[in-house]
Structures are given as structure tokens and as C-alpha cells.
């Protein structure tokens, strides 16, 4: 079995890659954490010549971020505050997207928002707690949103690629008496339904556009600013993760790119790990399935 890439090969294998265009790529949950180091790492492999959105909420880490990117003639970075449990917000954030692509194109779309997930519980959507919402809902409304932009690119022959941020080998079984999760606060059955519901998208969206690749992928265990939202009682146990197994967004986020740029993930639906090498995970029926997305469908309907 192949060992997994150095991180100096990754960075390098990024570092090479061309493009016949300037790409163009939305990072949502881009001002922080694996979200930004992703982004960065874009910027960095194409020399800033790239067009790149962060959506997220503080429109000063943005421009502290932009500040630190390369920049040519031909860099464009961009930022759009957007409070993303909300799915108007959504629609609207998705509006000022397609007005800010000077190409009527989108490349690449990463999705990484979400939030640590001992929290206090909150619903924010229909009853949903927010940490399902960020982690599922608001992610693919905002690829319904954009769909048509990434569709474009890969009718002009462009990368099209979309890639949620969670862990594919982390997913409950779909309770269909239960979508949505409404009767449980529990953080990790919520993070297990978000994979468990991503995974069912993976394997389904790409029935519905052939062209496009679709990603859930595993980050690592990142030592990200979310862990410090944390409850106090979790604190000493992730500052020893961070001294024993965590790694730094930097490293991740090139890995993440990676997986965003390899030829051999082109189109269809990928279940990965951090290294970008593909997993098996269970799947679900196509009742299960089907569930699924009228449910998905019917809450985010605005």
C-alpha cells in the first residue's frame, strides 16, 4: 500500500498545477480555520491569479486575510458578510455571488462552516439545532444557490467542483421517523446526521449533474478557532489533542486542495480521507435516500 504524501509534496504537487483561465472559487466559512488555510492555499498555487469570495462574518478578518494573498493584475478577492443559519440570508449572499463573478463561472465551491459541537443547543430552522443547520442545510442550499454557476464552468470545459468539509466515515444511520433531529441536543448525534445526510447528497447529487464533481472529505483533527467555543469542561481535553494528534489548518488546508485538484476526482460523487485517498462508507436505500432530500428540500424552501 502506498505511503500517504509529506506535506511538502502536497504543497509542491499545488504548486504546479496551471490553469488555462483564471479560476474562480467561494469559500463559505472562509474567514477562519480550514476555510481560510484552503482558500490560502489556493491563492498561493496560483500566484494570486485567481478570483476568490470568502463568505462569513467579520468583513475585517476578511480584509486581514486578502492582505496576505498574492496579488497580480489579475487577482480579485472578494468578501460577503452573510449569517448562514439563515436561509434567505442564503439566497441573498448567492445574489451578490453571481454579481461579483466577473465570468459568469464557478470553479471551485468549499464549504467548511459549521461550529464546535459542545455548545449550547439553539434552533434556528424550523426546530433544527443550529450546528445541523450549519453543518448540512446551509451548505448545500448554498450549492442549489450556485449550481448554475458551477454547471457553467463545466460547460466551457472548466474545473467544477463542490466540497463539504466533515468526515465521511463519521455518520449515523438515517432515523427517517426523525429528520432534522429535532428531539436530540446531542452534539455528536447531530454531527453524525450531518454526515450521514452529506453522504446521501455525495452519492445523489451526482445522478442530477453528471458533469460536476461532489466531495465530503475529512479535514484532520485541525486545531481550528471553533474549539475554543467549546464548553469549559472540554477545554484541557482539547489543549492535550492539540499537543498530541491535532494539526495546523496550514497544513490541512493544503491537503484540502489538493483532494480540490486532482485530475482523478473530475466528476462524480467521492467519499475521502485527509490524505485525499477515497473511503467506503455505508449507504443508504434508496427509500432512505429519497427521504432525505424531500426533507432537505422541504426546509430550506424559502
Not at 441573498?92 to 443547543?121: C, D
Not at 494539526?247 to 467521492?270: D, T
Not at 473511503?279 to 427509500?287: I, L, P, R, T
Request: charged share 20%.
Amino acid at each position: 500500500m502506498p505511503s500517504n504524501p509529506s506535506l511538502s509534496e502536497v504543497k509542491a504537487s499545488n504548486a504546479s498545477t496551471t490553469w488555462s483561465h483564471r479560476p474562480t472559487a467561494v469559500f463559505v466559512g472562509g474567514t477562519s480555520g480550514i476555510g481560510e488555510a484552503t482558500a490560502r492555499a489556493l491563492a498561493t498555487a496560483t500566484k494570486g491569479r485567481v478570483q476568490i469570495i470568502l463568505v462569513g462574518r467579520s468583513r475585517a478578518r476578511a480584509e486581514a486575510i486578502f492582505a496576505s494573498f498574492p496579488r497580480t493584475p489579475e487577482s480579485q478577492y472578494d468578501f460577503i458578510q452573510c449569517e448562514v443559519s439563515n436561509m434567505k440570508n442564503i439566497v441573498n449572499a448567492a445574489q451578490e455571488i453571481r454579481s461579483k463573478l466577473t465570468n459568469g463561472t464557478l470553479n471551485y465551491l468549499v464549504l467548511s462552516q459549521g461550529i464546535w459541537l459542545f455548545v449550547e443547543p439553539k434552533q434556528v430552522l424550523n426546530g433544527i439545532d443550529h450546528r445541523l443547520v450549519l453543518n448540512f442545510y446551509s451548505r448545500w442550499k448554498f450549492v442549489d444557490e450556485l449550481m448554475p454557476l458551477v454547471e457553467k464552468a463545466a460547460e466551457k470545459g472548466e474545473e467544477a467542483r463542490v466540497m463539504t468539509v466533515l468526515n465521511p466515515n463519521d455518520a449515523g444511520s438515517v432515523d427517517v421517523s426523525d429528520l432534522g433531529r429535532k428531539t436530540t441536543t446531542s452534539g455528536l448525534s447531530l454531527a453524525k446526521a450531518a454526515t450521514a445526510y452529506s453522504n446521501v447528497m455525495i452519492e445523489e447529487y451526482p445522478k442530477l449533474h453528471p458533469n460536476l464533481a461532489f466531495y465530503n472529505i475529512f479535514p484532520g483533527v485541525v486545531s481550528t478557532p471553533n474549539m475554543n467555543a467549546g464548553a469549559w469542561w472540554s477545554q484541557p481535553l482539547i489543549a492535550i489533542a492539540r499537543m498530541l494528534i491535532m494539526i495546523k489548518p496550514e497544513e490541512s488546508g493544503e491537503r484540502m486542495l489538493s483532494a480540490l485538484l486532482n485530475p482523478e476526482y473530475k466528476k462524480g460523487g467521492f467519499y475521502l480521507d485527509q490524505y485525499a485517498g477515497q473511503v467506503n462508507v455505508a449507504k443508504e436505500n434508496e427509500e432512505v435516500r429519497k427521504a432525505v432530500l424531500d426533507h432537505y428540500r422541504s426546509e430550506v424552501a424559502v
